[in-house]
């Protein structure tokens, strides 16, 4: 059995990697994006933090999660978003992959794959380096051509509060990101 170790630090700001079962394309459908976005004001509602900075794709999505002072658990959120989407996915009569044994042990479902790919933000420049990275994402996985023609990320909003200009990522392939794998091939 793995061994985890998984660094918690109130208040922190932590860079995770969610993707679906069998990486099946459907986090950017119309149900994908509602249920998703419904699951996070109900798990908000219960438990408060910010998105900072997120990217939506087909079979994944990347954010940086803000947590209030002196909490920590992360887990518990990101384990509820998945449990409240997968909810509202198969009442919608919504098709699901083939758990694993192991999830189907746990009583889990396959919509989403067991566990996420956390990674703790450690300073600014760090921080930095993970938003662009999501922001980045579309165009790494060739879905646009343009970073700012990907509707369902973060970019815009951070263009509006002047943090990033529009033509931010050009077109010229970008090697900046290529030096961890982000808990993505």
């Given at each position: 059995m793995s061994d985890f170790r998984r660094w918690f630090v109130p208040g922190g700001m932590f860079f995770f990697t969610v993707v679906t079962g069998n990486r099946r394309p459907i986090l950017t459908t119309d149900a994908g994006r509602r249920f998703l976005r419904s699951a996070i004001d109900r798990v908000r509602d219960d438990?408060?933090?910010?998105?900072?900075?997120?990217?939506?794709?087909?079979?994944?999505?990347?954010?940086?999660?803000?947590?209030?002072?002196?909490?920590?658990?992360?887990?518990?959120?990101?384990?509820?978003?998945?449990?409240?989407?997968?909810?509202?996915?198969?009442?919608?009569?919504?098709?699901?992959?083939?758990?694993?044994?192991?999830?189907?042990?746990?009583?889990?479902?396959?919509?989403?794959?067991?566990?996420?790919?956390e990674h703790t933000i450690r300073d600014e420049s760090d921080l930095e380096r993970c938003c662009n990275y999501i922001h980045w994402n579309p165009r790494k996985h060739g879905l646009v051509k343009r970073v700012r023609d990907w509707p369902w990320s973060s970019f815009h909003r951070f263009v509006t509060a002047g943090d990033y200009d529009i033509d931010w990522g050009g077109e010229e392939p970008d090697t900046s990101t290529a030096d961890s794998d982000w808990g993505e091939p």
């Open positions: 438990r408060p933090f910010q998105i900072f900075a997120t990217v939506l794709q087909p079979d994944h999505w990347h954010l940086i999660m803000n947590l209030p002072p002196g909490d920590a658990d992360y887990s518990v959120r990101l384990k509820r978003i998945k449990e409240e989407f997968t909810r509202s996915w198969l009442d919608a009569g919504m098709p699901e992959s083939m758990a694993t044994a192991g999830q189907a042990k746990k009583g889990q479902r396959g919509v989403w794959q067991p566990r996420f790919w």
